[in-house]
């Protein structure tokens, strides 16, 4: 689905009296069978950056976060499908949501990944994680693997504003 059709979709729904976060949640819930593992990554909060006159540490921001994402998502496809990742465009689904940009925790990633091949058993995940992690800078030592259960979709999006879903990190794939 287009996240233009996913953002009328929810506009719509929140005309019928619901809150965008209500219907954002029972729609993400229905997609749950589609996303059988849970993740979440924790990021190092402060980037270190090298310049002509030394080093410099920076706040990770909300880019620094989805560029994170990114390289991460990136990773784990090729830990999963190898070359066919890049060559025949093989891909996990992921649906990504960044916590702790309204609340005063620490910025860390909850995703819920779907599309595991066949070839993948689900206690080789929590491996594969681990391999692609050590591959990104910016990710923390600590992350966890999970089923994702019927409160899972709930759980990711309980930072969602009742008029958006500005955590929601839909552009990632």
């Keep these: 689905m287009k996240i233009q059709n996913i953002r009328q979709s929810l506009h719509h729904e929140e005309a019928q009296t619901r809150t965008v976060k209500t219907a954002a949640q029972a729609w993400l819930s229905s997609l749950c069978a589609e996303y059988p593992i ?5 990021l190092k909060q402060s980037i270190s950056h090298a310049t002509a006159k030394g080093t410099t540490q ?40 960044l916590e702790g940009e309204r609340t005063s925790k620490n910025l860390h990633l909850h995703m819920a990944i779907g599309n595991i091949p066949s070839h993948v058993k689900i206690n080789e995940i929590d491996t594969l994680v681990t391999k692609a992690k050590s591959l990104v800078e910016d990710i923390d030592e600590q992350h966890k693997v999970d089923i994702a259960d019927s409160g899972w979709m709930e759980y990711i999006t309980k930072e969602c504003g009742r008029h958006d879903t500005e955590n929601v990190l839909w552009q990632l794939k």
């Design 38 to 42: 849970a993740l979440t990554l924790t």
């Design 58 to 97: 920076k706040k990770i921001s909300r880019l620094d976060c989805e560029r994170i994402a990114q390289r991460f998502i990136q990773k784990l496809n090729q830990q999963v499908f190898g070359h066919s990742a890049k060559r025949y465009g093989k891909h996990l689904n992921f649906l990504v949501v």
